[in-house]
């Protein structure tokens, strides 16, 4: 499976550097070393997507 259109949560390790978009349609460039955030608007926890960008 192409690793950039699995989603992933709040907490995960980010696999790969790059920009990622939450469900909320904010962006947030990541690198290997981040885990993913909340989310930026509601501070809630979320799922994330690469970006294709």
Excluded: I
């Excluded at 950039?4 to 290997?32: D, F, H, I, N």
């Amino acid at each position: 499976m192409d690793e950039r259109y699995r989603e992933y949560r709040t907490g995960q390790g980010v696999p790969a550097e790059g920009t990622y978009t939450c469900q909320s349609g904010e962006k947030a460039k990541l690198t290997e070393q981040d885990n993913f955030p909340v989310c930026p608007v509601s501070g809630n926890e979320t799922y994330w997507k690469h970006d294709d960008e």
